[in-house]
């Protein structure tokens, strides 16, 4: 029987496969976190990295976002993507209002926030998606940002 922690694991790191796989769509080019800051002044292309040191959380603690990405004429100024994937009720409703902090007081960068599962609190998602504004960019479900994915172009 596997524990809530090792399920909640894996059924997040889908959804940061979806995110990959629609990047990789894109022609989002990988590159390694360490290499990542000077990649985006070498290169002239898309790229991307993941559990990019970002910045020092409210805590005073390393942040990591899931995903960072670099696009020359989209967003050169970078997008960072987080995802919270929640298939059964748990303690990630607690955790929004610490991302949604240290989105609007401590990125330096936009930022789109990809929420799916269905396991969190309906009055979670509507307060977290009333956050939008400042560095917080979008609130997207799965279904909502492979739309805006696909209008885009990311």
Request: proline share 4%.
């Amino acid at each position: 029987m596997q524990q809530g922690g090792t399920i909640a694991n894996r059924t997040g790191n889908l959804l940061e496969n979806f995110i990959e796989n629609l990047l990789k769509q894109k022609e989002y080019k990988y590159v390694h976190k360490k290499r990542f800051d000077s990649a985006t002044y070498m290169l002239d292309q898309p790229i991307y990295s993941k559990q990019f040191n970002v910045c020092t959380g409210i805590y005073d603690t390393p942040i990591l976002c899931d995903f960072i990405m670099f696009h020359p004429e989209k967003h050169p100024n970078r997008l960072i993507i987080e995802s919270k994937w929640q298939q059964s009720s748990g303690s990630v409703d607690e955790k929004y209002p610490y991302t949604i902090q240290n989105i609007k007081e401590k990125y330096p960068h936009d930022t789109v926030l990809v929420l799916d599962g269905d396991g969190y609190k309906k009055g979670a998602e509507k307060w977290v998606r009333n956050q939008v504004g400042g560095k917080l960019q979008h609130v997207f479900n799965m279904r909502e940002f492979q739309k805006w994915v696909n209008q885009e172009g990311l």
